[in-house]
């Protein structure tokens, strides 16, 4: 049977043209393991052929699931975030989930306003970056009752559920690294961590480590800058270009500590023999460097599918648990650091 000769199709065209019922068209879509495979088959030739669209938005208005979670990350601009999200997405879709992203721009009063538009689109669940967020946003997420987990960092005492690494750990890991190859002139870059708590507590790890050991900062090498290579090189190739040098840097992420190194071999700065770089992440493209960068893995990936996995489990708990997982970072060594000789 055709399609409407005018409007869109609904659920009874598809219904009629499958010659089942209107009820064994919403099973396929709901419980399609309790449809016949011939039948799915038939109500799958009928949607394709009438370009029929589910509404969702008027299921949630009847108090059933959107089939959709919300995702808030800080920015796409960068890759930075691309594994986890990935792994995040793919752990949601293979439960039956859609993903609805969008960013904030490291705005928490943004990042406010965009969860209050995810969940007037009826969203089942709601998953944020780290744990620095509004009062307003917390609030909200309490209000509304929404399931909700936060994804890339842990904290033992956390509002909401929370899968991911202890940032001061990793930032104090870099550090050791430093400082147990024998550098004492050692200089830091990081982004601003207003509003960004996993840089605060990679940064606040690091200073724990000079501190204990006495190491003093000077203010010119405790740099600046973005998820930027582009910024991250120019930074640090000012640095290079003054009379006083640090023998390391301490990088808050792999794209900074890939802008430095490439600093460092634009200006004829050897790496590692004249300065050693460690990076925190351990991102796509640092192990195909050259030299690869030293630098402590966050297990992405992992992060991104228990995250997906907590978050639909939440979603189908009748009385959630508030759950934090931690996954552990390790210090991967390659070719950007060495000893001091």
């Known amino acids: 049977m055709a399609s409407k000769q005018s409007g869109k199709a609904d659920i009874v065209d598809v ?18 393991e309790l449809v016949n495979p011939a039948t799915r088959r038939k109500i799958e030739r009928a949607i394709a052929k009438l370009g029929y669209i589910r509404n969702r938005a008027a299921q949630a208005m009847h108090g059933k699931r959107s089939g959709t979670i919300g995702l808030i990350v ?17 752990s949601v879709e293979q439960a039956g989930f859609t993903i609805l992203m969008t960013s904030h721009g490291y705005d928490l009063d943004r990042e406010y306003d965009v969860l209050r538009k995810l969940l007037e689109h009826r969203v089942d669940g709601i998953a944020l970056i780290g744990l620095a967020h509004s009062e307003k946003t917390y609030t909200l997420i309490e209000q509304q009752q929404v399931p909700c987990v936060a994804i890339w960092n842990h904290d033992a005492a956390s509002r909401v559920s929370c899968v991911g690494a202890e ?47 006495g190491i003093e900062v000077p203010e010119a090498w405790q740099m600046e800058s973005p998820y930027s290579i582009a910024q991250a090189k120019e930074a640090v190739g000012e640095l290079l270009n ?9 990088c808050g992420n792999d794209v900074i500590a890939q802008g430095a190194v490439f600093a460092a071999l634009k200006l004829g700065v050897l790496v590692p023999e004249d300065l050693s770089v460690v990076g925190i992440g351990n991102f796509k493209g640092s192990l195909e460097m050259e030299p690869g960068l030293t ?32 996954c552990e970072v390790d210090l991967v060594v390659r070719g950007t650091t060495r000893a001091i000789i």
């Open 295 to 326: 630098t402590v893995h966050i297990p992405a990936q992992d992060i991104g599918r228990i995250a997906g996995e907590q978050i639909v489990a939440t979603v189908a708990a009748d009385t959630p648990e508030l759950v934090r997982v931690r």
């Open 15 to 32: 219904a009629l043209a499958a010659k089942v019922s209107a009820s064994t068209v919403s099973r396929c879509f709901n419980h399609p």
């Open 74 to 90: 800080p920015t796409i601009n960068h890759a930075i975030f691309a594994e986890v999200v990935q792994s995040f997405s793919d």
């Open 167 to 213: 940032n001061f750990a990793a930032g104090r890991m870099a550090a050791e690294h430093i400082v147990g190859l024998g550098h004492r002139r050692v200089g830091m870059i990081f982004p601003q961590t207003d509003g960004n708590d996993r840089a605060q507590g990679r940064l606040d790890g690091a200073w724990a480590v000079l501190d204990d050991v």
């Open 242 to 250: 003054s009379a006083d040098v640090p023998s390391a840097l301490i």
